[in-house]
């Protein structure tokens, strides 16, 4: 990771590797965590999917549930803000 990525952060961001789920509508998205930071994430899916502008990340082992949305992607691999 390039310098200049890690300075646009408003937060420092921790490696991880925790399971976690995107929940939406009823639904619920396997994922896993790579990272993580006060103000958000980043996932890994098992597929590329379309998520919908908002939804929930649920780490069970955690307790940890917070509303997010999507700010980039890149293949199966998606960074969240959370809201």
């Known amino acids: 990771m ?5 300075e646009k952060r408003t937060a420092q961001r921790f490696r991880v590797l925790k399971g976690g789920k995107i929940a939406f ?20 899916l098992a597929s590329s999917i379309n998520l919908p502008p908002s939804f929930t990340l649920v780490i069970e082992a955690d307790r940890f549930i917070r509303r997010c949305h999507p700010v980039w992607s ?3 691999r998606i960074g969240v803000a959370f809201d």
Not at 25 to 44: M, Q, T
């Open 25 to 44: 509508d009823g639904n619920g998205v396997e994922c896993i965590v790579r990272n993580l930071s006060s103000k958000g994430a980043a996932l890994d």
């Open 2 to 6: 390039s310098e200049n990525m890690s």
């Open 74 to 76: 890149n293949d199966k």
